[in-house]
């Protein structure tokens, strides 16, 4: 049990300092992947779209903060830092907040299985940067679930459409 907690401890400290660089890294697993299957395309392309779909995703977290949710404390705080062009401070903000939020609307069980349904139509049709967007979308998906039971040890509720539901750590201003 001790040495399962301590992996759990140090895993907790890869995905949080490493998140946007392990989803880069799970891109190019993607592009591996659709390059073994389509050894004739030219693998830059492939490079390019899997790259652009592993951090996909997480563009709703800007619209979050832009959009939909700007009066939300978390909005306010994080466009905050951006004003201000503190960017390394907004980094580490993300980092140690982003698992509070409940609410992003593109981080749910739909979304994953509308990409493998839209991958497996690609791939029969042989459009192979549909295949490699959606194969990258669908693996950053996947790690945030699984990242989900790592941190929290539990499905966010916006995974299973709960949208801010469900979260008594939910992100609180310091003010």
């Not at 490079?47 to 939909?68: C, K, M, N, Q, T």
């Not at 909005?75 to 509070?100: P, T």
């Not at 609307?105 to 791939?123: I, K, P, Q």
């Not at 549909?130 to 990242?147: N, P, Q, R």
Request: net charge positive; glycine share 2%.
């Amino acid at each position: 049990m001790y040495k399962m907690n301590k992996i759990k401890q140090k895993l907790r400290r890869i995905t949080s300092k490493y998140h946007m660089v392990i989803h880069i890294l799970i891109g190019l697993l993607a592009s591996l992947i659709v390059r073994y299957l389509f050894l004739d395309y030219n693998y830059l392309k492939i490079l390019f779209f899997s790259i652009i779909g592993s951090i996909l995703p997480d563009v709703d977290h800007l619209l979050y903060i832009f959009w939909y949710k700007k009066k939300e404390d978390y909005a306010k705080d994080a466009r905050a830092f951006l004003k201000k062009h503190h960017i390394k401070a907004y980094i580490n903000f993300v980092k140690e907040n982003h698992k509070k939020l409940t609410d992003v609307y593109s981080h749910n069980l739909f979304t994953v299985f509308l990409s493998t349904a839209f991958c497996h139509s690609y791939f029969s049709e042989e459009k192979v940067l549909g295949v490699t967007l959606c194969l990258s979308i669908i693996f950053h998906l996947l790690f945030d679930i699984a990242e989900d039971f790592l941190l929290l040890g539990k499905l966010n509720s916006n995974w299973i459409l709960k949208f801010g539901r469900d979260n008594p750590n939910k992100y609180k201003s310091a003010e």
